[in-house]
């Protein structure tokens, strides 16, 4: 019995080595003159650009001799692929979309980028195509002012055109796949960043400004879309965000109605099918996971048929995260003075979560609002718990000073130069900013608060 069970166990391994043979891997290999032995290069890959993107799988390789060098699943779609360096002098690279049977080899010296390989031609395109974006970006400073509104469209549609020339120019050498895909991203980009700029002047602005951005779009007299028709089912994630951009537009802006998430919801179960609808309802609920307007229903609803398993993951954190009566999960932080605070040093008290960051205006535009809550409850068992993410401990300490951001009435905590990476984060799906989160006095989440005193006030009370 024994050796049969060995030899069961030593044809199973070789099986299992006979299987990973024939796996199919990327290899991502590269030279930098500026890493220093023992250095780790983060490698991050998925199938989505866009806000999808956060969907990636994430690998690290280690710099030996100034060379690095890792083997990944080769996938059967094509994915973006992006390198950041831990180094001072270092910078992301720009996202490389590599297709199936591709291997990506980079070399950094002097600051320059350089590609060989096969795909190289396509590589190269795409730092093309990201060059010609930042000089657009620096070429015209980003205001939202109604009279700037024109010139800044006219100026992404110029750096639109100048990119599809330029991919026009070298289909042959990056194949007509990447040719599309590309072009279809660049088209997409460009109508959201009209939109998104649109947008983000107007909603939850007074109405004489909203107005005023109403009549600057009239007199450019352009659609917001000027491109040739691109594809919205291509798979890259930018093309759900240009219908949920779409809509903002359409449907609440220029007509003067509020957003509503579960809307929007119906809105996209209604109108569209298959990929595109799973990544539309995802995107749906990664930009309005903190939004209290946003149904749990509806979260279970896209769980009933999105099959894509990347995307479910998503979804299924947010439902974790968001379930109202869920066990909040127990933290320990450091605060200014450099002593720990656990959640459990709040039990029997109602918590009120604020996640920030310095530089973030909607956090400096909560905070007093905060404030007055924190006044008026003052005495009473709620405590008020600001977590702060900036990556350097000094800036965190100096911007508590000013109190802009935060009240001497708060608890303030830090991760500890962690930012995103704490696990905190990661716990409680923290991906936008500020996002706050109510714990009940029996440590049981609480639903979303709305970020307004007399509704957050109402709520508080029917939590004590």
């Keep these: 019995m024994m050796k049969k ?104 010296k002097n600051g320059k980028i350089s590609y060989t390989g096969p795909p190289a031609a396509r590589f190269i395109a ?8 930042d000089r657009s970006l620096r070429e015209i400073p980003l205001r939202f002012t109604p009279s700037t509104l024109p010139r800044i469209f006219a100026h992404s549609d110029s750096a639109a055109f100048a990119s599809l020339a330029y991919l026009d120019e070298v289909k042959a050498q990056i194949g007509p796949a990447a040719w599309r895909l590309l072009g279809n991203n660049v088209k ?30 009239r007199d450019y007299g352009r659609p917001f879309n000027i491109f040739p028709p691109f594809s919205v089912d291509d798979g890259s994630g930018l093309s759900s965000e240009y219908i949920y951009q779409q809509y903002l537009a359409d449907s609440c802006v220029l007509t003067s109605r509020k957003f509503n998430a579960h809307d929007f919801y119906l809105f996209a179960s209604k109108n569209f099918k298959g990929e595109i609808l799973e990544q539309l309802v995802t995107t749906l609920f990664i930009i ?13 609803s896209a769980l009933s048929y999105v099959k894509n398993n990347a ?45 920030w960051f310095t530089g973030c205006g909607a956090c400096k535009a909560l905070a007093p609002i905060m404030y007055t809550i924190e006044k008026k409850y003052a005495g009473r068992p709620v405590v008020f718990i600001t977590v702060c993410i900036d990556k350097k401990r000094e800036q965190w300490l100096a911007t508590l000073k000013t109190n802009e951001y935060t009240s001497p009435l708060s608890i303030n905590l830090y ?36 970020l307004e005193v007399n509704e957050m006030s109402r709520l508080i009370d029917s939590y004590l």
Excluded at 288 to 294: G, I, Q
Excluded at 318 to 329: C, D, H, K, M
């Design 126 to 133: 795409q730092q093309q195509l990201q060059d010609i974006a």
């Design 311 to 355: 995307l479910r993951s998503v979804l299924e954190r947010i439902q974790a995260a968001g379930t109202v009566g869920g066990i909040a999960p127990v933290f320990t932080l450091l605060d200014p003075n450099n002593r720990s605070v656990s959640l459990n040093d709040f039990k029997g008290k109602l918590v009120i979560l604020d996640f």
């Design 5 to 108: 069970l060995l030899l069961i166990s030593q044809l199973l391994l070789i099986s299992s080595v006979q299987l990973f043979a024939r796996m199919k891997t990327c290899q991502i290999s590269g030279t930098t003159d500026f890493s220093r032995e023992g250095d780790t290069v983060a490698i991050t890959v998925s199938q989505y650009t866009g806000r999808l993107n956060e969907i990636a799988e994430n690998y690290r390789a280690v710099i030996r001799s100034g060379r690095f060098g890792i083997a990944i699943p080769a996938g059967n779609k094509a994915r973006y692929v992006q390198l950041l360096f831990n180094h001072p002098e270092s910078r992301y690279l720009p996202l490389v979309l590599l297709f199936p049977g591709d291997n990506l080899t980079v070399s950094i």
């Design 415 to 450: 991760t500890e130069g962690k930012g995103q990476a704490h696990p905190v984060m990661r716990d409680f799906d923290v991906r936008g900013f500020p996002t706050v989160i109510l714990i009940g006095k029996d440590g049981r989440l609480g639903p979303k608060p709305v």
């Design 288 to 300: 309005k996971r903190a939004s209290p307007d946003l149904q749990a229903a509806d979260v279970a």
């Design 188 to 217: 997409a980009a460009a109508a959201c960043t009209k939109l998104g700029y649109f947008n983000y002047a107007c909603i939850n602005k007074p109405e004489h400004v909203q107005e005023n951005f109403k009549t600057a779009l």
